[in-house]
């Protein structure tokens, strides 16, 4: 009975098709350290062209090299870029995060969460400025951000 059950949960497992409509593929997430310098605020992005990721990444690179480690493969005529910067916090403890894209009719919601410390969390004394960058597929619907 038990290998019965084993072989069917297995095959749930396997068989569980991926989101490929709404789906993501996380390019980057962390933490920027410039106290600001980038010169981003708590905003979001859709990047759309070769020529607007390379001026992106000229701006998050203005203090440190946090390029370096970004997927850069990226076909502009299949895919685009969405960013979700937080604003600049004076602890560490923070985050933020793309959870969910979702196409509906003619608009795709990007889900934003941002997390941060409670109040007797023990956290580093560090300004930083969360971040998350993700691909997903090229789309002309009207993309729309929502914060959980």
Same mark, same amino acid.
Request: proline share 0%.
């Given at each position: 009975m038990k290998t019965i059950i084993t072989i069917i949960f297995s095959l749930l497992l396997v068989g569980c098709p991926k989101n490929e409509e709404g789906g993501f593929t996380s390019l980057s997430k962390g933490n920027l350290f410039g106290n600001g310098a980038e010169g981003f605020k708590k905003e979001n992005l859709v990047i759309s062209s070769k020529v607007e990721w390379k001026s992106f990444l000229s701006k998050i690179d203005t203090i440190n090299k946090v390029s370096e480690t970004f997927e850069n493969a990226i076909d502009f005529s299949k895919e685009m870029v969405v960013v979700a910067v937080d604003e600049v916090r004076n602890t560490g403890g923070f985050s933020i995060e793309i959870v969910? %894209? %979702?196409k509906e009719g003619d608009i795709c919601l990007i889900k934003i969460k941002s997390k941060g410390p409670k109040p007797m969390d023990m956290v580093t004394t560090a300004i930083i400025q969360p971040y998350h960058i993700v691909k997903?597929? #090229?789309? #002309?619907k009207e993309i729309k951000f929502i914060e959980l």
């Open positions: 969910e %894209v %979702v997903i597929n #090229k789309t #002309k």
